[in-house]
């Protein structure tokens, strides 16, 4: 069956460094990938997606390219801030089926 | 356009009485799907629904959950003789079946056993 992989957390960093949370896939063929992030109390709420193989999705300075060769939808973000402290989490999903998610990775960032 | 609403948002029951959480998907969607999220930890599918259909079920413990989607009002997941291990979010999304294949989530429902 499917499955997604995230790099464990917790993420610790500094404001204004370089963020990467690592995401990789096992699915038969050709899904859909997201990324999604979780604030405290809330639900979750869609960052960006990629519907085919080299797609960048990107959305408020964080974006993620659909790896197909490496099965991989790793987010990156250039410089973060103190407000992108949340839980983040990796999605895969098929035409017309569930979703299936990785176990989320809780990124901190320090002033 | 109205996102997918859930109520309650907080629910707090004894053990062995029943919970009911209720989900209204966005406008335009006929597909719902609900996922528990226990304490520190990620998101498990639960059950899939289309109007008046379960489509996949596989993520539903096998005895006291039960889901619905009738033709019309919202979908329902019923938990009946709670327990505490039943403490969670519960989270409903939705989407339509077009090639994005976006799911769109609630704010969620946060069950307390006592």
């Known amino acids: 069956g499917d499955s997604v992989t995230q790099m464990e957390g917790p993420v610790t960093l500094s404001e204004e460094a370089f963020l990467t949370i690592n995401c990789t896939y096992t699915?038969?063929?050709?899904?859909?990938l997201f990324w999604y992030v979780q604030y405290p109390g809330e639900g979750l709420q869609l960052l960006l997606k990629?519907?085919?193989?080299?797609d960048k999705g990107s959305n408020k300075g964080f974006e993620a390219t659909y790896r197909k060769e490496t099965t991989s939808f790793h987010l990156e973000k250039g410089s973060v801030q103190v407000s992108d402290s949340a839980v983040y989490f990796c999605a895969l999903k098929h035409n017309a089926g569930k979703s299936t998610f990785g176990d989320g990775t809780t990124l901190t960032v320090k002033p | 356009n109205a996102g997918v609403m859930q109520n309650p948002r907080h629910l707090v029951r004894r053990r062995g009485q029943e919970a009911r959480l209720r989900c209204s998907p966005m406008k335009g969607h006929s597909h719902v799907y609900w996922y528990r999220q226990l304490p520190e930890e990620g998101l498990k599918f639960m059950v899939y629904l289309q109007k008046e259909n379960i489509i996949d079920e596989s993520g539903m413990p096998k005895e006291r959950f039960s889901a619905e989607f009738p033709k019309e009002g919202p979908s329902i997941l019923r938990i009946q003789q709670v327990v505490r291990g039943d403490s969670a979010a519960y989270f409903c999304?939705?989407?339509?079946?077009?090639?994005?294949?976006?799911?769109?989530f609630g704010e969620g429902s946060w069950l307390t056993v006592v």
């Open positions: 699915a038969t063929g050709y899904p859909s």
């Open positions: 990629a519907t085919k193989a080299d």
């Open positions: 999304a939705s989407s339509r079946t077009d090639p994005g294949n976006t799911i769109y």
